[in-house]
């Protein structure tokens, strides 16, 4: 999905995003493996707009930032954990050009 924009009460900006990593392998049989896995990322104010106007869902991109851990409790009570990657930059890459 392209990113997500929301405006804090205090004219600040949010924005996240959905990133896949993907690995493939070979499994001892020599069968291909591949794992794809989801990572929260969020950006604030001058560069969450930076982020929605250049980044949109298919695009591979660099992402510079940290991990953050946070913990929260569910509507139900129970206590969850969150990971997201607070990034302070993200560069869209080129698409490689196939010459034919």
């Known amino acids: 999905m392209d990113p997500e924009i929301v405006e804090l009460?205090?004219?600040g900006k949010?924005?996240?995003l959905r990133v896949a990593t993907s690995e493939n392998y070979r499994d001892k049989d020599g069968n291909w493996i591949s794992n794809t896995t989801w990572h929260n990322v969020i950006m604030w104010n001058a560069n969450a707009e930076k982020l929605a106007a250049n980044v949109k869902k298919g695009d591979r991109v660099n992402i510079i930032?940290?991990?953050d851990y946070r913990s929260y409790v569910s509507t139900n009570g129970d206590k969850k954990l969150a990971v997201d990657i607070v990034a302070h930059e993200c560069k869209v890459i080129p698409k490689p050009v196939i010459a034919e």
Request: charged share 20%; hydrophobic share 35%; no cysteine.
């Open 65 to 67: 930032g940290k991990i």
């Open 14 to 16: 949010l924005a996240r």
């Open 9 to 11: 009460p205090n004219n």
